[in-house]
Antibody, heavy 120, light 111 residues
Framework: QVQLQESGPGLVKPSQTLSLTCTVSGGSISDDDYYWSWIRQPAGKGLEWIGRIYIRGITTYNPSLKSRVTISVATSKNQFSLKLSSVTAADTAVYYC????????????WGQGTLVTVSS | QSVLTQPPSVSGAPGQRVTISCTGTSSNIGAGYDVHWYQQLPGTAPKLLIYGNSNRPSGVPDRLSGSKSGTSASLAITGLQAEDEADYYCQSYDSSLSVWVFGGGTKLTVL
């Protein structure tokens, strides 16, 4: 079964760039049926979709974050990555990666999540 | 404030039936976009419970069911068990915002 695992620094300074990687195991990131998404959740709050990427490099971003977000894919490593620039304390959250079904647009499975804190 | 509106909390005794509503608008649920439901246990990632309004992934018990009508959707849980105590989120697509959106979440307490 497919599993996803997030990795990256847990602490980022304000104004710097947050960088996370999601490693996919048990399946291929090149599968045409799926997109690959990033979603975040501030402590005690709800979920916010950040953006997604398709194997052909097609990306779609949340308009509220679009100016700061870049999602890329490394097919040889079966990984996709998130970069969020100019971070502030408001970007402190648990960041999840998730597989996205291309027909009904649901997210399954999810990675376990990684907490990123923005602080000096 | 979330685009999809859920009650902050619901509760029920073991064995009872509870429903969680998810209210949207004509640009998301009412536009015909599918609704999906997730369960989030404390300290864990969300887990898919219902996709495509009413479909259960393998391994999800049939005492959980989903429905959709107009601009709203519902998740029903029958035969409530202690292990059902968690946060529940609905999700859909909003065409006016061009984003995949989630409800604010509902905390289910088993009394």
């Amino acid at each position: 079964q497919v599993q996803l695992q997030e990795s990256g620094p847990g602490l980022v300074k304000p104004s710097q760039t947050l960088s996370l990687t999601c490693t996919v195991s048990g399946g291929s990131i090149s599968d045409d049926d799926y997109y690959w998404s990033w979603i975040r959740q501030p402590a005690g709050k709800g979920l916010e979709w950040i953006g997604r990427i398709y194997i052909r490099g097609i990306t779609t971003y949340n308009p509220s974050l679009k100016s700061r977000v870049t999602i890329s894919v490394a097919t040889s490593k079966n990984q996709f990555s998130l970069k969020l620039s100019s971070v502030t304390a408001a970007d402190t959250a648990v960041y999840y990666c998730a597989r996205t079904y291309s027909r009904s647009w649901h997210f399954d499975p999810w990675g376990q999540g990684t907490l990123v804190t923005v602080s000096s | 404030q979330s685009v999809l509106t859920q009650p902050p909390s619901v509760s029920g005794a073991p064995g009872q039936r509870v429903t969680i509503s998810c209210t949207g608008t004509s640009s998301n649920i009412g536009a015909g976009y599918d609704v999906h439901w997730y369960q989030q246990l404390p300290g864990t990632a969300p887990k898919l419970l219902i996709y495509g309004n009413s479909n259960r992934p393998s391994g999800v018990p049939d005492r959980l069911s989903g429905s959709k009508s107009g601009t709203s959707a519902s998740l029903a849980i029958t035969g409530l068990q202690a292990e059902d105590e968690a946060d529940y989120y609905c999700q859909s697509y909003d065409s006016s915002l061009s984003v995949w959106v989630f409800g604010g979440g509902t905390k289910l307490t088993v009394l």
